[in-house]
């Protein structure tokens, strides 16, 4: 069984999850600034973070996003439409169609990915104590 949350736990926790939020509200902001929602944004790094030499499918979107099919899809029509992405045919599987992103969806992915490392950095500095005590002292 696991032990009873202290009020230090209760703390760190707080801690932890309001840095979490304050995160977030950055990231949005920059997504802002780069001219992008923060769904297109996090679409953004789903194509370009998507593992394997082929770009995602609709499906793989919408399991990284915890999106429905459909919302997966519209989400991308969006992107497709402010030329973000495009739609690609999978050579081996006509039926598939996969994603890739566009000259200017990388570009500015690029300068956002870099500016969040740099970011998750300093986070990560901060949230160091905030996580040494949850083991329980074990």
Known sequence: MARAPSDGDYQRLLEFRTELR???RWSEEQAAAAGLTPALHQLLLVVRGHGGE????IGDVADSLLLRHHSAVEL??????AGLVTRVADP???????LDLTADAA??????SARHLDELARLTA??????????GGA
């Open 92 to 98: 081996d599987d006509l039926r598939v169609v996969r």
């Open 76 to 81: 991308v029509d969006r992107a497709e439409a």
């Open 107 to 112: 570009a500015r992915l690029e300068q956002l």
């Open 126 to 135: 901060g949230l160091g104590p905030l996580v040494a005590g949850l083991d």
């Open 54 to 57: 082929r770009g995602p499918t």
């Open 22 to 24: 304050r995160f977030l």
